[in-house]
């Protein structure tokens, strides 16, 4: 239960990561530690891989182990194919049938540039896999991977769990320095693939792992759940742009240059392309996290959520006053695109009123905006907890969650299908929102559409997986047996039964 949740809302994640220019996705975890939703998604890839495979490996034999990985490895490789193949037709055709923004080349949105321009070599490079734009790598990394899978597995046959293991930090560490890169362009052979198969299979194998009983679970404890939350909170600064590129912070100020000075000097553990060391932690420390939060077994995804209680008395008077406070600088585009007459108001009132007044305006810099936004967020949310009643609390506590789990675990076992469709709808979405603009209604309104879109995928692909029509139709129901038919009376008996005259 907990594998299907946790990897379908990393598919919700993933779609809005990959929409051009989504403000939703700064707001995303990778937003604020050094892992992401790819992490998610490898990890329970892996972990799904050892309830898929192992079992063949254990039950039938390396070889036909092995065979069960091929058959597999040839279904994401088409997949990946296919995928780029369609992405390249859709953006083709917007911008051969003139059907986008004026200003944009939508080949070049992501780099496909040269299959139009290069086309042979591009294709050679395509189904070599010697050429993968950055947008399209994620299928790649993850059939290298599986590919490992026997490698992985012979391992563990000759040595054991610690061969096995031993193999794959072996590797992982070979990556970190640059010993197993694969060229992602034949032109440019220097530059390597964005995921390097060779690290990423550090988290693959860990969800491998516990899925085969290689490593155990983890203890519940206090201790373990603090720690995992420490790092998680030490690690924002250094992971969040606001922050670290010195938006937030005073520039100058020594709190900003040691963050900035620190992330640099620690590149190399948090690199994305090898998934460098502190990736990894971060990662199991946010595993950690939602793992204990879901309960053994996952028992909490099935029962009510416990949720804060409404806001009251001075608590709900100070939120009401931070957000009434913050609303000019939150809602900057929004007022100025909606009320007009407001904007100009509130112009004149924090420009010329505020220097007339204090000496110094209160206008915000944009650098800074999204932090009073924060804070306006952060004093609007009790808000509106507390308004929308006591009824609907409950319900999105009891049913709502109830409806909202199943949901999410749907999309989540349907994992590839999902994937590839969501990487299709996220160019799709962009398109449109470059035609109604990135306003905060139309931003929502796609982001949401997508979702539902990839909701439905996931729906119809498991109602195709079931094969319906191979079912066996149902038996009709017995005819009943006619009644029989009335014996005709005999002569004599009707005479005797016969009324007789009356004499």
Not at 43 to 66: I, K, N, V
Not at 94 to 100: K, L, N, P, R, V
Not at 159 to 183: C, E, K, S, T, Y
Request: proline content about 8%; glycine content about 10%; aromatic content about 14%.
């Amino acid at each position: 239960m907990r594998l299907d949740f946790f990897r379908g809302l990393a598919m919700f994640i993933i779609l809005l990561a990959h929409v051009p220019l989504d403000s939703w996705a700064l707001w995303i975890p990778a937003r604020f530690g050094f892992s992401d939703a790819t992490e998610i998604f490898v990890f329970c890839s892996g972990l799904a891989s050892s309830l898929a495979f192992g079992a063949a490996f254990r039950d039938h034999g390396w070889p036909m182990g092995t065979a069960r990985i091929a058959h597999r490895v040839w279904q994401v490789y088409w997949a990946h194919v296919g995928l780029v193949l369609a992405v390249c037709a859709l953006l083709y055709a917007i911008d051969a049938s003139g059907w986008g923004a004026p200003d944009k080349l939508y080949i070049a949105r992501v780099p496909v540039v040269p299959l139009f321009e290069d086309t042979g070599p591009a294709l050679l490079g395509l189904l070599s896999l010697r050429w993968v734009p950055n947008f399209f790598d994620i299928l790649p990394m993850y059939l290298v991977i599986l590919a490992m899978v026997p490698l992985v597995m012979g391992a563990y046959r000759l040595a054991g769990r610690g061969g096995a293991l031993g193999l794959v930090a072996a590797i992982w560490l070979a990556a970190q320095f640059n010993l197993l890169d694969l060229p992602s362009r034949p032109w440019a052979t220097e530059i390597p693939w964005f995921f390097n198969p060779f690290g990423w299979q550090l988290v693959f194998f860990t969800g491998f792992a516990f899925g085969m009983g290689w490593v155990p679970a983890p203890p519940v404890s206090r201790a373990l759940f603090r720690a995992a939350v420490a790092v998680l909170l030490i690690s924002v600064p250094f992971a969040w742009f606001r922050i670290h590129d010195g938006l937030w912070l005073p520039d100058g100020w020594w709190l900003q240059d040691a963050i900035a000075a620190g992330r640099e000097a620690t590149q190399v553990l948090w690199r994305k392309t090898e998934l460098g060391l502190f990736r990894w932690l971060h990662f199991l420390a946010l595993a950690y996290v939602f793992w204990s939060l879901a309960g053994p077994g996952g028992a909490r995804l099935t029962q009510p959520l416990r949720l804060p209680a409404a806001a009251s008395g001075a608590a709900l008077a100070i939120c009401a006053g931070v957000a009434l406070i913050t609303a000019p600088w939150a809602w900057v585009d929004e007022i100025r695109a909606l009320a007009p007459a407001l904007d100009a108001w509130l112009t004149g009132v924090l420009g010329e009123g505020a220097r007339s007044v204090l000496g110094v305006d209160l206008f915000v810099p944009w650098e800074r905006q999204s932090l009073v936004m924060v804070l306006h967020l952060c004093a609007l949310a009790p808000l509106v907890w507390t308004a929308i009643g006591a009824g609907a609390r409950a319900w999105i506590a009891g049913p709502g969650w109830a409806g909202f789990v199943p949901v999410v675990r749907k999309v989540g076992t349907q994992s590839l299908a999902v994937f590839l469709s969501s990487m299709f709808l996220a160019q799709v979405i962009g398109w449109g929102l470059d035609l109604t603009g990135r306003g905060l209604w139309a931003t929502g309104l796609f982001n949401l559409a997508g979702f539902a879109a990839l909701i439905a995928v996931a729906y119809a692909v498991g109602w195709f997986k079931s094969q319906p029509w191979r079912r066996p139709a149902p038996a009709p129901a017995p005819t009943p047996a006619p009644a029989p038919a009335e014996a005709a009376p005999r002569r004599g008996a009707a005479r005797r039964s016969a009324p007789q005259p009356a004499e």
